[in-house]
């Protein structure tokens, strides 16, 4: 199971750190990926982490201004989510994959969350 939080109300320009818990003892062998999804879009892959997080990948759009880490200790992974602008209001979703490949596609992942909302004024 996956529970996020950390969403809310940010003008553009602030920033959020976002949390996702994960249950289980086998979290550390999972590759976690955050998405998201905007009113009226597909769901859309923002950043991955390997399984020791030794290795992470970004979509272009957040390059720079987010940052994906993790803390197996606490099965927990996190979005830092900074320079926030008003095309980054979305809920956002974190998932866990066994997959370490093609893991920017959302098709490789087996177990997601409820999300939790991102909304950015400007």
């Known amino acids: 199971q996956l529970v996020e939080s950390g969403g809310g109300l940010v003008q553009a320009g602030g920033s959020l750190r976002l949390s996702c818990a994960a249950s289980?003892?086998?979290?550390?062998?999972?590759?976690m990926g955050w998405f998201r999804q905007a009113p009226g879009k597909e769901r859309e892959f923002v950043c991955a982490?390997?399984?020791?997080?030794?290795?992470?990948v970004y979509a272009d759009s957040v390059k720079g201004r987010f940052t994906i880490s993790r803390d197996n200790a606490k099965n927990t992974v996190y979005l830092q989510v900074n320079s926030l602008k008003p095309e980054d209001t979305a809920v956002y979703y974190c998932?866990?994959?066994?997959?370490?490949?093609?893991?920017?596609?959302?098709?490789?992942?087996?177990?997601w969350g409820q999300g939790t909302q991102v909304t950015v004024s400007s």
């Open positions: 982490i390997s399984a020791n997080g030794g290795s992470t």
């Open positions: 289980g003892r086998t979290f550390r062998s999972y590759v």
């Open positions: 998932a866990a994959t066994t997959s370490s490949v093609y893991v920017t596609l959302l098709q490789r992942y087996d177990y």
